[in-house]
């Protein structure tokens, strides 16, 4: 039913002299029952981890559930999607990634736009990827690897786990600094790109430091650098990309988001226990083990990240011309 102008003008003004005891009061009844995080990917991957890690963290924290909900599909369109047309109330939540920032220019049609309908929460970890080759590569550091690419252009595979995922997207930034014509081998997720890559299928890849490490160490892999501004705490030995490539640097991220018009005062008393949880040993000791570290900030800090990662992987994908297949 449609309002009448004056009783919607009503209506509004009334809500926005809300006293701020109403408010306040708010926030301290929330939550009072279970919160639902809803993830975009299947149980046991990088995300669910994050999001259970941070779930278990806010339980002990508030004194209710917070319950993971997995609902993979159409690379996390379909987990994001479902909060937009949540309640507004703070007891439906995202796990956002890197993928947000990658579908908003990646697909041409959603039913939603992430920065227009979701709330950005709190940021939780950022991790990077490692430029990976198989050990019968003619190259031992990046420097090397570049030349090789150069003097054999299009004659080097570069796997994936998708078209248009994060560790495409890492490569194909990688390939527009670095100068060179690497050929991309999609595969169906990261697993089977990983097997590639040991099978000899495919020669290079950008993959996740959490899967790799133990192949690294193996010497099954060889890492040449990761792609996150600063060392990696797990392999300190290897450098950085942005070391030979000034500028470059490609990191996945993590954080919750809620329904563009959840009350501020819930969105408040979450940012802040999230940071808190932040700082908790129990995290700061686990966030480095799969490859992160802990984001901490406001609600603006991760508008602003989601913002600028969605602009620089819109240039990459228009700059690539880069399509779902």
């Not at 060889?222 to 990696?232: D, Q, Y």
Request: hydrophobic share 45%; net charge positive.
């Amino acid at each position: 039913m449609k309002l009448p102008r004056r009783r919607f003008l009503h209506l509004a003004a009334g809500a926005a002299a809300l006293p701020s005891v109403s408010r306040i009061a708010l926030a301290q009844a929330y939550p009072s029952r279970p919160v639902r995080i809803v993830v975009g990917f299947a149980a046991g991957g990088a995300v669910d981890i994050v999001a259970r890690l941070i779930g278990q963290a806010l339980s002990e924290r508030l004194g209710q559930a917070f319950v993971i909900e997995n609902r993979p599909g159409a690379t996390t369109n379909l987990a994001t999607e479902a909060v937009v047309r949540a309640p507004a109330d703070g007891y439906t939540l995202l796990m956002a990634n890197t993928a947000a920032a990658i579908n908003a220019t990646l697909y041409q049609k959603l039913g939603f736009n992430f920065i227009r309908d979701l709330a950005p929460v709190a940021a939780v970890m950022r991790g990077g990827y490692v430029v990976e080759v198989h050990p019968s590569f003619p190259s031992d550091t990046l420097p090397e690897f570049v030349s090789y690419a150069k003097a054999n252009p299009g004659k080097i595979n570069m796997g994936s786990s998708g078209s248009g995922a994060a560790d495409h997207m890492a490569g194909e930034l990688f390939k527009t600094m670095a100068g060179v014509n690497l050929v991309h081998v999609p595969y169906r997720g990261a697993a089977p790109a990983l097997t590639g890559l040991l099978g000899g299928q495919v020669q290079v890849m950008f993959g996740s430091l959490p899967a790799s490490i133990e192949y690294i160490r193996a010497g099954k892999l060889r890492g040449l650098a990761v792609t996150t501004a600063m060392r990696s705490d797990l392999i300190p030995e290897v450098p950085t990309v942005g070391e030979f490539v000034p500028g470059y640097e490609a990191s996945g991220w993590y954080g919750v988001c809620a329904p563009r018009s959840t009350p501020g005062a819930v969105i408040d008393k979450l940012y802040k226990e999230i940071n808190a949880a932040l700082s908790d040993p129990k995290l700061t000791k686990r966030l480095p083990e799969i490859g992160g570290s802990a984001l901490p900030g406001s609600p603006a800090d991760f508008g602003k990240l989601i913002a600028d990662e969605t602009e620089k992987w819109g240039k990459v994908i228009r700059a690539a011309n880069i399509r779902l297949e």
